[in-house]
C-alpha cells in the first residue's frame, strides 16, 4: 500500500512507483457496451454530462471492469461555453456544434452564472467520492481557454484554427479580453469541482498544435498560469495536470512556465528527447500511442514495454497520448493494464 493509499497521488506527489499507476482518457466512452446502453437513453449529450446519476454511472463502468487507478468524471470541455451561455449541441457523425461567438462578444458571456450551470458537475463528483474504491484517485478537469476559444469560434471543431488564429492577431485586445474570462470561467470552475471532491485536476489544452512560441507564450501559457495562480489563491492544494497536445518543444516551456505539477505528453513527442528536457523530477503521464491500443497484440505489448522502461526512473503515469478511440476492443485494454502492472 502507498503511503496515500492512492498510487497516482503518490506519483503526482513525486515518487516513482514499479510499476506505475495506470488509468486513461475517454476511458468513459463508447467503446465500452455498457456505456452505449447508458447513452442510448439520455436525450442530448449535454444534458447527458448534466445529469449527475448517468454521468456517475459511466464514469465507474470502467472502474468496475479494469480497475483503473483513477476515474476522470464524465463531463465535455464545452460546458464550459454551454455555462458562459452560448448554444452548444452536438450533431449526430459531425461532434460538437456551436452559435459562434467574436472576440468582441466576450462582454456579454454570462460569468456570473458558470457555478451554477455547472454544479451538476460537482454533484457527480460527490456521487463519485462516495462510490469509487479507497484506492481510486478522482480527477477532475476543464478545457483550457485556448481550446475552448477555437471551437467559441470557429462554431465547431477545426482542422487548422484558421479563424481563432486570425482573430488573435487582428483584434488582440479583443481576444485577450475573451481568454481573460475563459480563464476566469475555468478556474471557478476547477475550484468547484475540487471542493466537491476532485483530488486531481486537469487542464486539456488539445489544440495546442501549431501555435508560433509568440501566440503560445499569449493563447496557451499565459492563460493557463493565470488559472493555476486563481486556484491556488483559493486555497485548493489539488495536482494540476497540464496536457498541452501537439506542442512539440514548447511543451518544455509550458511545464516551466506555468505553475503546473505534472505534464501529460502526447504520442507524437520524442520520448528521449523529453526525458532530458523536462525539469528533472516533474511527474508526466501517458505518450501510447492510441492506434497501437485498438492495434493490440505484440505490437502494444512492445509499446507498453518501451514506454515503462523510457520513463522509469522519473515519477510516471502510464496513459494514452490522447484519449481511446470508439472502436478499440475491450480486450485490448485488458491486455494493456495487465501489462503495465506485470500479470
Not at 118 to 124: D, I, K
Not at 231 to 238: K, P
Not at 321 to 339: A, E, K, M
Request: neutral net charge.
Amino acid at each position: 500500500m502507498s503511503p496515500s493509499g492512492k498510487p497516482l497521488l503518490d506519483v503526482l506527489a513525486g515518487k516513482t512507483r514499479t510499476p506505475p499507476p495506470i488509468w486513461l482518457m475517454r476511458q468513459a466512452g463508447r467503446y465500452l457496451p455498457e456505456y452505449r446502453e447508458v447513452r442510448a437513453r439520455q436525450p442530448d449529450f449535454i444534458a447527458f454530462c448534466l445529469n449527475p446519476q448517468a454521468a456517475a454511472e459511466v464514469t465507474l463502468q470502467p472502474i468496475r471492469r479494469y480497475g483503473f487507478d483513477a476515474s476522470i468524471v464524465f463531463a465535455d470541455i464545452l460546458l464550459i461555453p454551454h455555462a458562459l451561455g452560448q448554444k452548444v449541441w452536438f450533431e449526430k457523425g459531425e461532434g460538437p456544434k456551436l452559435e459562434p461567438v467574436a472576440p468582441k462578444d466576450a462582454g456579454r458571456l454570462q460569468l456570473d452564472r458558470v457555478e451554477e450551470r455547472l454544479e451538476p458537475v460537482c454533484e457527480t463528483l460527490r456521487i463519485l467520492r462516495r462510490e469509487l474504491p479507497g484506492d481510486c484517485t478522482l480527477i477532475g478537469f476543464a478545457g483550457a481557454p485556448w481550446t475552448v476559444a477555437t471551437y467559441m469560434i470557429e462554431g465547431g471543431g477545426s482542422k487548422d484554427r484558421w479563424a481563432a488564429r486570425t482573430a488573435a492577431w487582428s483584434d488582440p485586445a479583443g481576444f485577450d479580453a475573451l481568454m481573460a474570462v475563459l480563464a476566469d470561467a475555468t478556474a471557478r470552475y476547477l475550484i468547484a469541482q475540487a471542493r466537491a471532491g476532485a483530488e486531481v485536476l486537469k487542464l486539456f489544452e488539445s489544440w495546442a498544435e501549431g501555435l508560433p512560441a509568440p501566440l503560445f507564450e499569449r493563447v496557451v501559457i499565459a492563460p493557463t498560469r493565470a488559472i493555476v495562480d486563481q486556484v491556488r489563491a483559493a486555497g485548493i492544494e489539488a495536482p494540476i495536470i497540464g496536457f498541452p497536445k501537439g506542442a512539440g518543444p514548447l511543451a518544455v516551456r509550458y511545464a516551466r512556465e506555468t505553475g503546473i505539477d505534472a505534464l501529460a505528453i502526447d504520442h507524437g513527442l520524442d520520448t528521449g528527447w523529453a526525458a532530458g528536457a523536462l525539469p528533472a523530477g516533474l511527474p508526466v503521464q501517458g505518450q501510447l500511442d492510441p492506434a497501437v491500443l485498438k492495434a493490440g497484440g505484440a505490437a502494444l505489448d512492445g509499446e507498453v514495454d518501451r514506454l515503462l522502461a523510457a520513463w522509469k526512473d522519473r515519477p510516471y503515469v502510464f496513459n494514452l497520448g490522447h484519449g481511446i478511440n470508439p472502436d478499440v476492443p475491450p480486450d485490448h485494454v485488458t491486455r494493456l493494464v495487465n501489462r503495465v502492472r506485470g500479470l
